[in-house]
């Protein structure tokens, strides 16, 4: 895995994110800000892996990545820092797992990699 779009509107989160990814092994990134912007970014460079976080400007996140799922098999990780909101499960879908805490992105990036293998 080496390319990461990282969906979510607050650049100190998205940048929390990119150095976490970082360490484990991501080399390059997209930072969208809106749905629209996601949408677009995967269209023009397919990422190995989306990170969508709590808030966009416009739009959905989660929205984004169903669309981008629809079309494009890339495995989806919601990250969050609302500890209320990572109690909640997300609908699920093969290509969603989460949500979970930031401190928890190297486990749950080894579950998505885990579930790569066996598909």
């Known amino acids: 895995m080496g390319h990461a779009l990282i969906i979510d509107d607050n650049m100190i989160v998205s940048r929390a994110i ?6 484990l092994g991501f080399v390059s990134f997209d930072h969208a800000w809106t749905e629209a912007q ?3 970014a995967a269209s023009e460079r397919l990422p190995d ?3 969508i976080g ?9 929205g984004a990545a169903k669309q981008i ?3 494009l098999s890339v495995p989806v990780l919601m990250v969050t820092g ?8 997300l609908e699920r879908a093969s290509a969603f797992q989460g949500p979970f805490l930031l401190n928890q992105m190297k486990e749950a990036l080894q579950s998505v990699r885990a579930n790569m293998r066996d598909e």
């Open 18 to 23: 990119q150095s976490c990814l970082e360490t």
């Open 38 to 40: 996601a949408v677009a």
């Open 69 to 71: 799922t629809a079309v």
């Open 82 to 89: 609302d500890p209320y909101r990572a109690g909640k499960p």
């Open 54 to 62: 709590d808030e966009v400007e416009t739009g959905s996140a989660l």
């Open 49 to 51: 892996l989306i990170i």
